[in-house]
């Protein structure tokens, strides 16, 4: 059950908001969606969705188009929360999950089961409006998943939940991909990509400007880290040929370099000066790949 | 899954959860309440008035109108007992003072040998007493004076009958004044109906529409069930309860008109016709209810879907509550003149013609092509604006921001093109 989209696009007037975007998302992975405020991640879940329809390209699920004939089979977490702030947790979760194609009885046994995996059993009866907003983005999460969906998408699932409830969530997407759900993540927050996804694409107005497997995309980067702390002064090696950023630290010093050779110099220049502590190579972070790709406006 | 079973899952979870909030109970019981006051107003009057019997002293010195003015009484006002007093007038008019009778009334001759009359009170505010008695002594002196002039019964019978006056309308089929006086008083309730319930039910799916926007449950929603699948089967949600309520009202009504009839005849509810209560002009009535209700209700539907906040509710929909009161007003005249032209042409309007159309189905015998018509242009627009409304609300529940103009009826259109 791939899902692929072939040179979409999709404008709005004269604004172009997801231009020529292709992208395969394999059966029973997580994707990482990533891209700045503005990227065009919600206009594509949406044109993935059906809401919207792109103005060029096609999007086919196991070679299908995805229309609401199939939304029995579709998870989605909105980016902007939101539930029926009157009605009853269990009304709410029913209706929604009916509408989802599930009968009354095994929504109730499901909802009874993740309540209880949350932690929050207590809140069956409750009116949304009187829950926090972190208990009411659990009980939105429990209406994504509830049906038991073979594609899910989650739009920032974490935002705005205390590293507790994050942990509780983050396992439970582990546990739904081990199952055989196919998960789209859109996320700000590129440790939880780099945790959880193994294939990811970063947007950038629009267009894809990284799209792969995380191991290749980090490999093809080139750069690397450089962590050294030293008790003398690194300032000298500010300019030094091969460090395309120098950030200095209160043990020494953080270095973005462009390939081991670099290291390598470092190493035979600061060598005699005094004494070094640690001098480490280390993988480049997706944060640093992001901020490379995007600019370094966001972070 | 079944496409149409979704459109029930979200009209029963509409019905059932409008049906449950207070604003329906408590509109529903206050107009309930207010049906079963004005039915049973004679008598809640006559609860009132229970121990209200007057006695009136009677001082007879002709000493032959006492026995006469008590039969009079009798027919004029029962209310009124009437008792001989032997003693002065002094006394009767202490008795009086003391708040035992309501008032003294002295009898005596004049020179011509008439009836005349004096009349004592605490207070001769309660005009109904007075009159009551005047009108009593007026018919026993006619009778004298007959009697004086030699004037048979039948001779005096002649002189009191007034005179034969009928009005016939010359176009066929046409009301007779006592018809349309009867039918203006139901058409006039039904009307009020109409009209309240129009502007209820439409700002109700606006609201629930924007609530489920600003709340954004609604990006939920349209990713299982299509818009157009979710506005239509709100609108007929929403129907539904404006039905239910509607039922009410007219069930507690009838029965209640039912229980009333014999004490509501003579009474102002004359005037509504109500003991031989037309059944089409109630057909018509829900006909047109329902035509109007679905017409406005798209209307809101969409324009609900525009705004991003509650707030911007109201806002977007005064134009259309404004169609909604200018009809009412127009029908409001047309009440009492419903043969103008003005009114002939507005009721070809759709958005008045479920008001005006109904008022002149009610208030007159016009022919069937006309209401055929009317009913056609509306069903017409009904489904016009449903397939317009449609396509902007598939657009409008995907825009958020300030948006609460008109001009955003482009963007959501612009947006709702698939």
Known sequence: MVLKLENVTKRFGSFTAVSDLSLTIPDREIFGFLGANGAGKTTTFRMILGLLDANDGRITWDGEKIDYSTSHLIGYLPEERGLYPKLKVSEQIVYLARLRGMSKKDALKELEYWLERFKVPEYMNKKVEELSKGNQQKIQFISAVLHKPKLLILDEPFSGLDPVNVELLKEAVVELKRNGTTIVFASHRMEHVEELCEFLCIMHKGKPVVHGELKGIKRSFGKKNLIIHADFELEFLENFRGITRFKTTAEGAYIQIDNEQTAENILKEIVGKGFIRKFALEEPSLNDIFIEKVGAAYE | ?418
Request: aromatic content about 10%; proline content about 2%.
């Open chain 2, 1 to 418: 899954m079944q496409l149409m079973s979704k459109f029930w899952i979200i009209l029963f979870h509409t019905y059932l959860s409008k049906i449950k909030t207070k604003s329906f109970i408590v509109t529903t019981l206050i107009t309930v309440a207010i049906l079963l006051a004005l039915t049973n107003m004679s008598r809640i009057i006559d609860v009132f008035n229970k121990d209200d019997v007057k006695n009136i002293l009677v001082i007879d010195e002709t000493t032959q109108m006492f026995t006469p003015l008590k039969e009079q009484m009798k027919i004029i006002d029962k209310e009124l007992q009437i008792k001989s007093f032997d003693g002065t007038v002094n006394e009767a008019e202490q008795a009086v003072e003391e708040g035992k009778y309501e008032g003294v009334l002295i009898l005596a001759f004049n020179k011509e040998n008439l009836p005349e009359a004096t009349y004592k009170a605490n207070s001769i505010a309660d005009t109904g007493v007075s009159s009551g008695l005047e009108s009593a002594l007026q018919q026993i002196k006619t009778m004298l004076t007959a009697a004086q002039i030699n004037l048979t019964m039948e001779q005096l019978a002649k002189l009191n009958e007034p005179v034969h006056f009928e009005k016939i309308a010359l176009e066929k089929d046409a009301k007779t004044e006592e018809e349309l006086d009867q039918a203006r008083g139901l058409v006039y309730v039904l009307l009020f109906i109409i009209y309240f319930s129009v502007i209820m039910y439409a700002t109700m799916i606006a609201m629930e529409v924007a609530t489920e926007k600003s709340s954004r449950v609604m990006e939920i929603l349209i990713s299982s069930v299509s818009p157009v699948q979710q506005m239509f089967a709100k609108i007929v949600g929403i129907g539904l309860v404006s039905l239910t309520q509607l039922a009410i009202q007219l069930a507690v009504g009838y029965y209640s008109v039912k229980q009333n009839m014999s004490s509501m005849k003579g009474g102002f509810f004359d005037s509504f016709g109500f003991d031989n209560l037309p059944i089409m002009t109630i057909v018509y009535g829900v006909i047109f209810f329902l035509l109007g209700y679905f017409l406005y209700a798209t209307l809101a539907a969409f324009l609900g879907s525009l705004v991003s906040r509650i707030e911007d509710v109201q806002q977007m929909i005064t134009p259309m509550t404004m169609l909604v009161v200018a009809g009412f007003m127009i029908a409001m005249f047309g009440l009492g003149n419903p043969e103008a032209s003005f009114i002939r042409i507005t009721s070809f309007i759709p958005f008045f013609t479920p008001m005006i159309m109904f008022l002149r189905v009610g208030m007159l015998t016009i022919p069937v092509w006309e209401i055929t018509l009317g009913i056609i242009i509306l069903v017409g627009t009904i489904v016009v604006l449903g397939i317009f409304g449609a396509r902007v609300y598939r657009g409008g529940v995907l825009m958020y921001g300030k948006s609460n103009s008109f001009k955003d009826i482009k963007k959501a259109l612009h947006l709702g093109k698939k």
